[in-house]
């Protein structure tokens, strides 16, 4: 018999943008939404188009280059949202505007200041607005696990009136228990009288750890529409991980009766390349996408393993995209080879020039490390973003001296603004000493919130990957930085995030009033 075919909605670049210091790029947004697409999720949720000139344009660049996968663009229920959010994705193959506004009488009551009948009111309206811009329309009932039922019942059977084709439910404080967020979604379809002509979607947060237990739960009870993202990345503790998901109804297909399109094999590529946008590295734990993964520590799994594969292995880690062998070029591979490995991965690139850097790098790293790996490549493609003609601070020297008893000391050239200058300094370890002489020269008045080395790849000659996380004012960002060298990753990831701090701040989906 054939299986219910379960949506894969991917919210990275909405939802996982909203993770405090995970902000994109316009090209890193396009970057990603190409691999999403070859990955074929159904939806790319794109971006939250009124939040900014920036997300708009994101959203509307994403919209207009992707042809396989629906791109959707969230607005809250208000006119402006809506014809924002109309306007970025009317360039689109297959479009959605996903419209939402909450539904709890703790979010009514605190946060709108509205009544229940004023918010199903505006929720028809806002509908039937979004229905004449784009015949693709989504309803969310924000913080739907905290909502009453029967205003749930009302509010979902007036939008699917009023045009909405998917209804979501959100866990939006991931309060849900995989038990009775399944029986919500299934007694919403079971009570709705026309509940037939839309699919019920799941969108859940981790803050229990729970996302995809109840999302899981949720598909069991009938939901057709999963909302998630690539590294579980999202608002606080984030979202029901795509990877997860994706491989739960695969792997024990006797126990759901959906099935997705994701082919799988992209799924690895696609956690690098969040993990390198964004400088969140991935723990080597994480189901599916940690380096741990599908590594067998003990000797008697060991042994297992090599007599059969599946007394300890319950997935191939080749059909998640982990390569047996995973070197791929070297020093004397082309400009083609290499650039054909970047196309495999999904890695495009804006400009010949932006190429011209890429490849530029590559010999470089080649001269210093033999093998190059695809996770090499990801990392390189990262720091090509800092070589950007608007970004206002630069690395052009660092030199380290430690030993002899002394502090560690740097001596330091940046360009800033296109004006070099250079400083000398000391410190309690030497990437203190650089942290503390790039701000003797920037004076950006931040603080180090956090800083982390993670190895690329094994081996002693492994690059590097520094992630430096900066708040000024309440505001987050990450910036990254890739070297043989830490301690130029770590000067690297720092001015990466100072230029990040440039960039102008956005407008949250949730937090804004109506
Ligand atoms: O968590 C949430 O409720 C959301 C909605 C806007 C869908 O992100
Ligand atoms: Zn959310």
Redesign the pocket.
Known sequence: MSKDKLVIFDTTLR?GEQSPGASMTTDEKLRLARLLEKLRVDVIEAGFAIASQGDFEAVKLVADNIKDSRVAS?ARASEKDIRRAGEAIAGANAGRIHT?IATSPIHMKYKLQMQPDQVLERAVESVKLARSLCDDVEF?L??GSRSEFDFMCRITEAVIEAGARTI?V?D?VGYGEPGEYGELIGRLIGSVANADKAIFSV?C?NDLGLAVANSLSAVKAGARQVECTINGLG?RAGNASLEEIVMAVRTRSDLFDVETGIDTRQIVPASRLVSSITGFPVQPNKAIVGANAFAHESGIHQDGVLKHRETYEIMRAEDVGWKANRLVLGKHSGRAAVRARFDELGIQFANQEELDIAFARFKDLADKKHEIYDEDLQALVSDVRLEKAEDRYRLVDLAVTTGGGKPPRVHLVLQVDGEQCSVDCEGDGAVDAIFKGIEKLVESNSNLALYSVNAITQGSESQGEVSVRLERSGRIVNGTGADTDILQASAKAYLHALNLLLVEGRAH??REGI
């Open positions: 939802d969230l939402f969310s924000e913080d979501n959100p939006t969108h947060h608002e989906p949730q």
